[in-house]
């Protein structure tokens, strides 16, 4: 079982930045898909950036892609989205997540083939 911890959410205004972590403890993740994902208040949950730990291959949907960056450090067990450019439409809670899964390429990139989830980080754009 794989345990997720989110840190770095903030308060920042429009055109600022965060690097969120997410860092992993336990077991089942080291090949697995990796994902972030976001959830505005009453709204659906959204994935935003996903990376392949079993080679690297990043996910990227058109609503970030050139602003948000998802990076995995292997050595410490830990995920990063650097988000750039950020919006008044970019406020949401932020989560990470891992798929049971283990895909040879391409990471999914809806919220429902990742499994595991942080309890995750505010990140408020003030315009």
């Known amino acids: 079982q794989v345990q997720l911890e989110e840190s770095g959410g903030g308060s920042v205004q429009a055109g600022g930045s965060l690097k969120l972590s997410c860092v992993m403890s336990?077991?089942?993740?080291?090949?697995?898909?990796l994902g972030w994902f976001r959830q505005p208040p009453g709204l659906e949950r959204e994935g935003v950036a996903m990376?392949?730990?079993?080679?690297?291959?990043?996910s990227i949907p058109e609503s970030t892609k050139g602003r948000f960056i998802v990076s995995w450090d292997s050595a410490k067990n830990t995920m990063y989205l650097e988000m750039s450019n950020l919006e008044p439409e970019d406020t949401a809670m932020y989560f990470c997540?891992?798929?049971?899964?283990?895909?040879?390429?391409?990471?999914?990139?809806?919220?429902?083939?990742?499994?595991?989830w942080g309890q995750g980080t505010q990140v408020t754009v003030s315009s």
């Open positions: 990376i392949n730990a079993n080679g690297g291959r990043t």
């Open positions: 997540a891992t798929t049971n899964h283990v895909y040879e390429r391409y990471c999914p990139t809806v919220a429902a083939q990742f499994r595991n």
């Open positions: 336990g077991y089942g993740f080291k090949k697995n898909c």
